[in-house]
């Protein structure tokens, strides 16, 4: 149903809009802009993960995951939620992710899932 919505939406938005125009609008563009855009994509991710990191360390006392892995698996999550019919579904892939990285470290699973849901609840702030 995403999908079919998604494609709605694209075909009303090219019912609407000048193809040509919007080309030239996006080619306005500086090395400058895509540039300083591509930095704020990563750095928004790498904020992410780190939240994350902190809700976790809050929640599991002594438990250490890299942002490395974190970074991943938030894109991991993303990359779910675009296909999956909710955002819901990409937070579950980053619980999974997380829990088992943290039972195979100290067998904490409800601090992944307390940690995902917690991350979820601030980031509607």
Do not use: K
Request: with cysteine.
């Amino acid at each position: 149903m995403r999908v079919l919505l998604t494609l709605l939406v694209i075909a009303v938005v090219s019912w609407h809009v000048d193809g040509p125009a919007l080309v030239r609008t996006f080619a306005s563009l500086g090395a400058v802009e895509v540039s300083a855009l591509l930095a704020l994509v990563c750095v928004q991710q790498v904020l992410l993960s780190q939240r994350f990191a902190t809700v976790l360390r809050g929640l599991s006392p002594g438990s250490h995951l890299r942002l490395r892995d974190l970074v991943i698996d938030q894109q991991v999550g993303t990359a779910y939620n675009v296909v999956l019919p909710s955002a819901v579904g990409g937070d579950a892939v980053r619980a999974l992710r997380a829990q088992r990285r943290l039972s195979a470290a100290n067998d904490r699973v409800a601090e992944a899932w307390g940690a995902v849901l917690l991350d979820r609840l601030l980031g509607l702030l």
